[in-house]
C-alpha cells in the first residue's frame, strides 16, 4: 500500500516539477529516520518517500531559507511541498497570517495513520542495532541482526498522533493515497494528556513543569521547529534590550521561556508536535502549548490552523463578549 | 593497595556510595524517570539510577565548562560624597573539588584532548578550566556498545582507548572490573571490593583486548583541511548537504569538544555577576557585530563553520589534532538528521566539479 | 525592562506589608485606572502600601509576559487595571486585553501557579472609592495566600516526578 503511494508521489511530483520552483519533501536516511529534502532535479524525485517515519513538519521551511525568498518575485513559480494532516494545519496558519498565499505553494496531501516516535521503539529495541524497519498492517516489523521485532504501531506513535483529529490534509491540490478516519473527534479524547495533568493538585503540578524543565538545556530547537515562531533570529529570548532573560541557567529562566513560547504561539498553535519532537531532552514541550489549544477551544471556539480566512482570536476581538 | 577490584553487579549501589564518601563522584544517570529516555552526568547520591549500558544523552563537559559560570561578581558602591562617583567592588570565585568521573566513555574523555589544546596548554590558560581540570579524576568504560552513529576510530580514538583516564572499567557480565592505571588513583580503590579472581582478570583482559581491535567508523579524516578550503566557497555544496538545518543548538550543546561560550553581565540593582555561558556557532547571535552585519547570516555559514572548525581549523593548528572525538551524538540528537559524517566525508568528493 | 529582576535586593521601606515581606505589582493604564488610583490618594482613601503601580500606556500594551515574568520570580500578586470596555482611549486596547489575559489566568494553574495571584479590573478616573475597593481586596487575598514561592532556582536534578504521559 505504501509502495503505492510512494510511486504515485513520485509520478505527481514528476508531473509538476517543471512548474514548480522546488519541491519540498522527505527522504529516509536512516531506517527509522527521515530527513527533509528540497528537490529542483527530476532525477532526485525517487528518493522522496511517505509513510510512518516521515516525522518532520515541512511547513515550516516555507518561511525559512532555501524556500523563502523576500519580498518574494512576482513571476515566483510555486513551492511544491509534502504535508501529513498536522503539518496542513501548520501551513493554514501561515496563509492567515499571510506569510505565505495560497498561490505560492502547491500542496501534496498525505493521509496519515501517524508517525512512528523513534524514543519509543527505544524502549523495546536498542536502536543501534537496527538494521531495517517497516510498518505492516499496523504493526512495525523491526530487524536487527539476530531477530525480527514485531511491535504494535500504537506502542510507538508520537504522542501529537493519539489524540490526531486531523490526519487528512486540511488543505491540499493533490491527494496522495487514501483518506483515513481520524482516532480522535471531540476534545475528551484529544486533550487527554492536558486533563491528566489538570487534575493533579497545584504543587504537583508545579513540581512536575520543575522537574521537567529542570532538563531544558536552552538549546532553541523547540523555537526553531516550529513553524510557527517566525521570528526566529529575531526571538525575545534572545535579544539583550529588551532584555527577558539573563544567561542563568536555572529554573525560572526556562519557565519564563517556555511562557514566552507558549504566549506567542497562543491562539495559533496548531498542536504539530514539533518542539516536542526535536526536544534533546524529551520534555513534553507541546503539552504547554496543548493547554492554551484548549482554553482557546472552549473560551473562544477556535482551533488554528483549519480555516485560511479565519484571525487568529488573539488578534482580533469582539466588543460583545462579556462573559469570557 | 588494591591496583584491581571486582564490583558484583549486586554491590554497584553500595561500592558508589563508599566511593562517594571519599570523593565528589559523577555519574552518567537517567535524568527522567523512563529507561529509554535521556542521560547525563549527575552527583552521585544513593537511590539515582546509573546508565552505563549506553552513551549518555548530555556530554561530560559541563563538569569542566559549566553551561553557566560566574567569573566574577561585582558590586557598585556610591560614593557617599558624591552619587555621580561609584566603585566597583569584585569577587573572583574559583573553587574546585576533587572529583571522579565513573563511567564515561573513551569518546568522552578523549574529547577533553581538544579542550585541553584550547584552555590548558597556553597560550592563553583559563584558570577555572584547569582548576576543574586538576582535580578531575576519570574512571572510563571500555566501550561495548557503539552503534551505526559512532565513528571513534575514525577521529583516533577507539572503543578502548584510555589516553586521559586514570581507572579502566570493563563491564563483565555480572559487574565491573575496575583497574587504577596511574598512581593517585589507586587510595580510591582501597577497601572497596575484593581483588578480581583469575578468570575474571583473564576476561576483562580478553574484552579489553578485543575492543581495541575494534574498528569504529569508517570515515576517511585524511587531508580534510585542504578538502575543506576547496568547499569553503561552494554554496551550492552546503546548501546540497544542510538546507535542512534549523539552525537550532542542538550538535553544539551535545558535542564534548564543542567549547565556544559567550560573555554576558548579569546586573540586578547594584549588583550583578560577569556569566560565562554556553554558546552555539549555530545561533545567529553568534556572530552577530555591534554594526548589524552578520558574517555568517544563515545556517549554510554556520554550519560550514561548525565542520571547518572541527576538521580543518583545529587540525591545521594543533598538529593534526581533530576537534571530533566521534561520538556521533550529533548525528543522533539532530532533529532533521543531519549527519556531519556525510558532510565531511563529501568535501573531497567531486570538489572540482562545481 | 532591563536590569530588574523582581527578586530585588533593594532594601525596602519599613511598612506592615513589607515586614510579611508582601510584594504586589500594579500594572495600571495611564489614561484611567492610573487616574483612579491618584483619585483614591488625591481624596485620602486608605489603601494598603504593598502595591507598586507600573504605569502602562494602555492595557493593549500588557504583555501577559510581564505578569509571567513577575509572577515566576516571586512577586506575590499581580494586579492590572484599564478602561471600562468600550472606555478606551486608544477605543479598542482594553479590548485586545481581555482576551489575552483570560486567557492567561485559565492557563497559569496549568504550570502550577496560583491563578488566584493574579486579577485583572476596569477602574476609571473618577472612581477613587472603586479603586480603594479593588486594591484593598486584591492586597487582602494575597496576604492571605501569603508569599509567592516563585519557581525553585534549581530543582536538583532529578526530581522523581512521573510524568505519566504515553
Ligand atoms: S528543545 Fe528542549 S532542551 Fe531545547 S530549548 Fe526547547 S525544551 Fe529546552
Ligand atoms: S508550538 Fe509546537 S505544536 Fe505548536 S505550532 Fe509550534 S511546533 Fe507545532
Ligand atoms: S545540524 Fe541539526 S542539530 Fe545542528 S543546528 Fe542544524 S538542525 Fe540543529
Ligand atoms: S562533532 Fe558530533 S560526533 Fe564529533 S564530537 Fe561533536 S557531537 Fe561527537
Do not use: A, K, N
Given at each position: 500500500m505504501l509502495e503505492t503511494d510512494r510511486n504515485q508521489l513520485h509520478k505527481c511530483v514528476e508531473e509538476a516539477l517543471p512548474e514548480l520552483d522546488m519541491m519540498i519533501g522527505w527522504t529516509r536516511c536512516d531506517p527509522l529516520q527521515t530527513t527533509p529534502v528540497f528537490i529542483r532535479d527530476a532525477k532526485s524525485i525517487s528518493s522522496l518517500t511517505l509513510g510512518p517515519f516521515c516525522s518532520q513538519n515541512l511547513a515550516g521551511y516555507l518561511v525559512k531559507p532555501p524556500a523563502l525568498d523576500a519580498p518574494p518575485k512576482p513571476d515566483a513559480k510555486p513551492i511544491g511541498i509534502c504535508v501529513k494532516g498536522c503539518d496542513s494545519r501548520s501551513l493554514v496558519a501561515l496563509i492567515q497570517e499571510k506569510f505565505?498565499?495560497?498561490?505560492?505553494v502547491r500542496i501534496f496531501g498525505i493521509p496519515c495513520g501517524g508517525t512512528v516516535d523513534w524514543r519509543k521503539v527505544a524502549r523495546h529495541v536498542e536502536l543501534g542495532s537496527v538494521k531495517s524497519a517497516d510498518v505492516q498492517d499496523r504493526v512495525l516489523v523491526i530487524e536487527d541482526s539476530t531477530t525480527t521485532h514485531r511491535i504494535a504501531l500504537e506502542e510507538v506513535l508520537s504522542r501529537k498522533c493519539l489524540g490526531c483529529r486531523h490526519p487528512n490534509p486540511v488543505i491540499s491540490d493533490v491527494l496522495i493515497g487514501a483518506e483515513v478516519s481520524p482516532r480522535s473527534t471531540g476534545m475528551e479524547t484529544s486533550y487527554r494528556d492536558v486533563d491528566e495533568l489538570d487534575a493533579k493538585p497545584l504543587e504537583e503540578r508545579l513540581a512536575f513543569w520543575q522537574s521537567e524543565l529542570?532538563?531544558?538545556?536552552?538549546?532553541y530547537a523547540c523555537r526553531n521547529a516550529?513553524?510557527?515562531?517566525?521570528?526566529?533570529?529575531?526571538?525575545?529570548?534572545?535579544?539583550?534590550?529588551?532584555?527577558?532573560?539573563?544567561?542563568?541557567?536555572?529554573v525560572p529562566e526556562k519557565f519564563l521561556f517556555h511562557f514566552i513560547h507558549a504566549m506567542h504561539l497562543a491562539g495559533r498553535c496548531t498542536g504539530c508536535g514539533e518542539c516536542e519532537r526535536v526536544c534533546p531532552m524529551d520534555i513534553p514541550v507541546t503539552l504547554i502549548k496543548e493547554k492554551l489549544n484548549k482554553i482557546m477551544e472552549e473560551m473562544l471556539g477556535y482551533s488554528a490552523g483549519l480555516d485560511p480566512e479565519a484571525v487568529p482570536p488573539l488578534l482580533t476581538f469582539n466588543p460583545g463578549e462579556t462573559e469570557i | 593497595m588494591a591496583v584491581k577490584i571486582f564490583i558484583a553487579a549486586d554491590r554497584l549501589d553500595s561500592v558508589l556510595e563508599k566511593l562517594s564518601t571519599k570523593i565528589d563522584l559523577w555519574i552518567p544517570a537517567l535524568l527522567k524517570d523512563d529507561k529509554s529516555g535521556p542521560t547525563g552526568f549527575v552527583q552521585y547520591t544513593p537511590g539515582i539510577t546509573p546508565a552505563f549500558d549506553r552513551q549518555t544523552t548530555m556530554p561530560l563537559k559541563k563538569l569542566l565548562l559549566p553551561q553557566e559560570e560566574t567569573l566574577l561578581r561585582f558590586k557598585y558602591q556610591k560614593d557617599p560624597e558624591g552619587s555621580l562617583k561609584t566603585t566597583i567592588a569584585l569577587d573572583d570565585p574559583k573553587e574546585a573539588r576533587p572529583t571522579l568521573v565513573f563511567g564515561a566513555r573513551s569518546c568522552d574523555v578523549r574529547a577533553l584532548v581538544t579542550l585541553d589544546r584550547v584552555f590548558a596548554n597556553g597560550p592563553y590558560v583559563d584558570p577555572y578550566y584547569v582548576q576543574r581540570r586538576k582535580n578531575t579524576l576519570f574512571a572510563t568504560l571500555v566501550c561495548g556498545q557503539t552503534d551505526s552513529k559512532c565513528f571513534c576510530s575514525s577521529v583516533g580514538g577507539g572503543p578502548a582507548d584510555m589516553e586521559g583516564s586514570h581507572l579502566r572499567i570493563v563491564r563483565l557480565e555480572d559487574g565491573y572490573l575496575v583497574e587504577a592505571l596511574s598512581k593517585d588513583a589507586q587510595p580510591l580503590l582501597a577497601d572497596l571490593a575484593e581483588a578480581p579472581d583469575k578468570s575474571r582478570d583473564q576476561l576483562a583482559a580478553k574484552l579489553v583486548k578485543e575492543a581495541s581491535k575494534r574498528q569504529v567508523g569508517d570515515l576517511d579524516t585524511k587531508d580534510c583541511a585542504p578538502a575543506f578550503r576547496n568547499r569553503f566557497q561552494q554554496n551550492d555544496y552546503w546548501a546540497s548537504m544542510?538546507?535542512?538545518?534549523?539552525?537550532?543548538g542542538v550538535c553544539t550543546y551535545v558535542c564534548p569538544t564543542c567549547y565556544c561560550f559567550s560573555i554576558t553581565d548579569e546586573t540586578r540593582n547594584l549588583e550583578g555577576e560577569r556569566l560565562r555561558s554556553w554558546d552555539s556557532?549555530?545561533?545567529?547571535?553568534?556572530?552577530?557585530e555591534a554594526s548589524g552585519h552578520n558574517p555568517r547570516p544563515t545556517k549554510l555559514e554556520r554550519y560550514r563553520n561548525r565542520v571547518g572548525h572541527k576538521f580543518s581549523y583545529i587540525p591545521e593548528r594543533y598538529e593534526g589534532l581533530l576537534g571530533c572525538c566521534g561520538c556521533g551524538r550529533c548525528i543522533r540528537s539532530c532533529p532533521v538528521n543531519i549527519d556531519i559524517r556525510q558532510v565531511v566525508g563529501n568535501l573531497k568528493e567531486n570538489s572540482n566539479e562545481q | 525592562m532591563t536590569d530588574s529582576n523582581p527578586r530585588s535586593s533593594a532594601p525596602a521601606e519599613d511598612t506592615a506589608a513589607n515586614r510579611q515581606g508582601i510584594k504586589i505589582v500594579g500594572f495600571l493604564c495611564n489614561w484611567c485606572s492610573y487616574g483612579g488610583a491618584d483619585t483614591a490618594g488625591v481624596c485620602r482613601f486608605k489603601q494598603p502600601t504593598d502595591l507598586r503601580v507600573v504605569r502602562i500606556p494602555c492595557t493593549g500594551r500588557m504583555d501577559p509576559l510581564f505578569i509571567a515574568k513577575s509572577l515566576i520570580y516571586g512577586v506575590d500578586g499581580v494586579l492590572v487595571s484599564g478602561c471600562h470596555p468600550r472606555d478606551c482611549h486608544y477605543a479598542v486596547g482594553n479590548f485586545y486585553a481581555r482576551r489575552r489575559m483570560e486567557a492567561f489566568k485559565a492557563f497559569l494553574p496549568f504550570m502550577g501557579i496560583d491563578t488566584r495571584r493574579f486579577k485583572y479590573t476596569w477602574v476609571s478616573a473618577s472612581e477613587g472609592q472603586q479603586w480603594q475597593k479593588v486594591v484593598t481586596e486584591f492586597s487582602e487575598q494575597i496576604h492571605m495566600l501569603g508569599p509567592n514561592p516563585g519557581v525553585e532556582l534549581r530543582s536538583g536534578e532529578i526530581l522523581k516526578v512521573s510524568s505519566g504521559l504515553k
Open positions: 505565505i498565499t495560497r498561490q505560492r529542570d532538563r531544558c538545556i536552552r538549546c516550529c513553524p510557527l515562531c517566525v521570528c526566529q533570529d529575531r526571538c525575545i529570548v534572545e535579544t539583550r534590550e529588551p532584555r527577558w532573560l539573563t544567561q542563568h541557567v536555572g | 544542510v538546507s535542512q538545518c534549523l539552525s537550532c556557532c549555530m545561533f545567529y547571535h553568534y556572530t552577530l | -
